[in-house]
Structures are given as structure tokens and as C-alpha cells.
């Protein structure tokens, strides 16, 4: 194995990166070497690089990446899970001073991990560690979602949102989602019913769910979609953000008795408590997929480290359609995929 290894490294807020060769990381006790294959893109990452995510603590010069798909390269002592050639991914890194994935190679916290889904290539499966891992908490750890609830997912085309979907179906809901006219094809290929986001939020409950409201409503999209989210939210129901930042008017929830929880996916990356769980999330999401019921839905546009700027670009400018990828290995293309995979 070689000693060094390629890696892209921020050294100003908002500059671009360096790409450079640096020593590969020998992986600690409790620790996986990973060959990194591919990394998600995530907006966490366009904010931490531009300086503004206080909350992920990410001291310069760093290594940006919260998402991986790799290969274990060697494990650290006392690792006994995983071994050198299995596939795996999950959400690494890249914050609080931890190394992130935009590199060749990687040394992650092995309760970080989890095998690969089999039916995904590398491009395709470092989409989903960060935005499963949102929904799965919102939808399964907070708000318990069961068979034949209605449940409203705020932004259902967006990274997490189309991840919340497919789990919301999956778990026996029916989904109702919102987006913009463009979006709507890619929601209801994924099985939920479009709501416009114009649409005045008390035309759409009366309309869908004759004026009662939705059993649960995820907001992936915060600020004024979680005060719709307290509006459409029915009496005794529940109500989930993931970016819940803001100063919000707690009325009309109370009114109906109802209750609301936050997701902030980090902590355990930060703090280093309930690392496991992250696994058993991707372990969950892997027997998902595995079994038709969850699949990213990709943009079609390919990006490298030393195309990564490029990538943040197009995030911060609204224009991704589906979650970028970079491919780190050499030759890592992802294999042959479309917009979005049939679905059961």
C-alpha cells in the first residue's frame, strides 16, 4: 500500500481547495482504514467550507466530506466487524476536527460503517449515509411512523426529503409531499402525492385530509415550511424538523395539543456518543434498498476532487437535480444508473 495518499484540503474559508499529497492515516484502535471510493455532497459541506456552520466546529486547514463509499483497506484493534475488502459506507467524517472523505483514503470510526447495499455501485451509495441517517431519526426515532398514518414531508424532492418518502412508504404511510413544479415528477414517481409549496397551506389540508391534518410532518426545509408544518399538523399529531434554527410562533401546535422534536445528526460525530446507532440506521437502510423499497436519486453530472468547488458551486446555486457525488478513486464511475430506479 502506498504511505501517501491524495487529498483535497480547505486552508481558507470560501477559497478553493488544495489538492495535495499527504501521509495515509493508519487506522487507531476501534478504528477501519477506508479506500474511498466516492463521497456524497451534502449543503453541510458547502456551509462548513464557506465558513458559516459554527455548529460542525471544523478547524482549518481540514479535510472536508461527510459521506463515504469505500473499501476497507485495514482495521485497528479491536475491530472484529469488518475486514480487509469489505465493501461499506456511511457518514464519516468531516466535521469537528475529524478527517473527511474528500482524500484517497480515510480512517473512520468503525461504528460509523456499515456493509454496502449490494445492489448499489460506490457513486450511488455515497448519497445516502447523511440524509438516510436525517430521515431514519425524524420518521422511526422521533416520530414513530406506522402503518396507515398520513404524513407530510416538507421539501420531498430535496436530499432528505426524497430519502423520507420512500422510508415514510416503506413503513406503510401514505406521503404527501411538497416541492415545486419541477419536482413534482420525481415525488410522485417515488410514490408520495404532490403538494405545490405556493399552495396556502389551509387549502391543501382541507383538501387532502378534510381540514383534519396529517398524522406526522417531517420539515427538511425549515423556516417558513416549519410554521406550515404547525399549521398542517393535525391535533395530537407530531411534527419533526432537521432544520428547525429559527425563532418560530408555537400556537397554533399548542392549540392542537401536538408535539414537535429536532434531529441534529451530528452529535455523535462531535461528541462521540451513539456512534452505533448510525450503523444500525445504515444496517436498516441497507435491508431497504436491498429489498426495492429505497433508492438515491442521483444528478446525472460527475464531479472528482479536483472538480469539488465545482460541485459545491452548483449546490449553493440551487441548481443540483438529485445528490452530487464525487468520485475519488481512480476509475469509480458508479456503474450504470438512472435518475431514479424502479421502485416497488
Known amino acids: 500500500m502506498t504511505k501517501t495518499m491524495k487529498a483535497a484540503i480547505l486552508e481558507m474559508y ?51 466530506g461527510i459521506d463515504l463509499a469505500g473499501t476497507v483497506e485495514a482495521v485497528g484493534s479491536a475491530v472484529t466487524d469488518f475486514r480487509p475488502g469489505d465493501e461499506v459506507y456511511g457518514m464519516a467524517g ?47 426515532d422521533r416520530m414513530a411512523v406506522g402503518a396507515g398514518e398520513t404524513v407530510l414531508i416538507q421539501g420531498g424532492a430535496g436530499g432528505v426529503g426524497h430519502v423520507a418518502v420512500q422510508l415514510a412508504r416503506a413503513f406503510g404511510a401514505e406521503v404527501f409531499a411538497t416541492g415545486s413544479p419541477h419536482s413534482r415528477a420525481i415525488i410522485e414517481r417515488l410514490g408520495g402525492t404532490f403538494i405545490d409549496r405556493t399552495e396556502p397551506v389551509s387549502d391543501y389540508v382541507l383538501r387532502l385530509t378534510g381540514g383534519r391534518g396529517f398524522d406526522r410532518v417531517y420539515d427538511t426545509v425549515g423556516g417558513a415550511a416549519l410554521d406550515a408544518s404547525f399549521q398542517a399538523v393535525r391535533r395530537f399529531g407530531h411534527v419533526v424538523s432537521c432544520l428547525g434554527w429559527g425563532t418560530h410562533a408555537l400556537s397554533s401546535l399548542s392549540f392542537k395539543e401536538a408535539t414537535y422534536s429536532g434531529v441534529f445528526i451530528l452529535r455523535p460525530l462531535l461528541s462521540g456518543d451513539g456512534r452505533r446507532h448510525h ?23 460527475r464531479f472528482t476532487l479536483n472538480t469539488a468547488c465545482d460541485a459545491y458551486r452548483v449546490i449553493k446555486e440551487g441548481m443540483a437535480r438529485g445528490k452530487l457525488v464525487l468520485d475519488i478513486a481512480s476509475g469509480e464511475h458508479g456503474g450504470e444508473q438512472t435518475a431514479v430506479r424502479p421502485l416497488r
Open 14 to 64: 470560501g477559497k478553493p481547495f488544495r489538492i495535495t499529497d499527504i501521509p495515509v492515516p493508519v487506522p487507531g484502535p476501534g478504528e477501519v482504514l477506508v479506500r474511498v471510493a466516492a463521497s456524497g455532497v451534502n449543503p453541510l459541506d458547502t456551509k462548513i467550507h464557506a465558513g458559516a456552520a459554527e455548529h460542525a466546529r471544523h478547524p482549518l486547514p481540514a479535510i472536508l
Open 94 to 140: 468531516g466535521v469537528g476536527g475529524l478527517q473527511g472523505t474528500l482524500a484517497e483514503y480515510v480512517a473512520v470510526d468503525a461504528d460509523l460503517l456499515a456493509v454496502k447495499p449490494a445492489n448499489l455501485s460506490m457513486h450511488e451509495a455515497a448519497a445516502l449515509p447523511a440524509v438516510v441517517i436525517t430521515a431514519w431519526e425524524g420518521l422511526v
Open 279 to 301: 450503523r444500525e440506521i445504515l444496517d436498516h437502510a441497507t435491508q431497504k434498498v436491498e429489498a426495492g423499497w429505497l433508492t438515491p436519486v442521483l444528478d446525472e453530472r
